[in-house]
């Protein structure tokens, strides 16, 4: 059975961290991309970032993530990572990570990616 389970949401005060964890089963995890999206209240989901699940590591983010939060993978561990760093009000959502099968190029469309979590709520008090 093919899952993907975020871990590591919860209440943080405004300019703290958290690491949200996603773990894969049933999938060779290093064939796939990873990505992080989230959604907000009332709004559509979003992109925040995505990592190559083979050796170049490249990643991509989101301009409103750029320099905050880091994206990463242990594919020993079958598990991406999102390390979330000076956090804002506007960063609480629910964070679901998402696979696809390795391509050439990053996808930042929701639409692109095959298996997604159930995903995990991160709320930033001000």
Do not use: H
């Not at 389970?5 to 049933?26: K, N, P």
């Not at 992109?47 to 190559?52: C, E, L, N, R």
């Amino acid at each position: 059975q093919v899952q993907l389970v975020e871990s590591g949401g919860g209440l943080v005060q405004a300019g703290g961290s958290r690491r949200l964890s996603c773990t894969a089963s049933g999938l060779t995890f290093s064939s796939y991309n990873m990505g992080w999206f989230r959604q907000a209240p009332g709004k559509e989901r979003e992109f925040v970032a995505a990592i190559k699940g083979r050796s170049s590591g490249s990643t991509v983010y989101a301009d409103s993530v750029k320099g905050r939060f880091t994206i990463s993978r242990d594919n020993a561990k079958k598990t991406a990572y999102l390390q979330m760093n000076s956090l804002k009000p506007e960063d609480t959502a629910i964070y679901y990570c998402a696979a696809v099968l390795d391509t050439p190029s990053l996808a930042v469309g929701g639409r692109k990616y095959d298996l997604w979590g159930q995903g995990t709520q991160v709320t930033v008090s001000s």
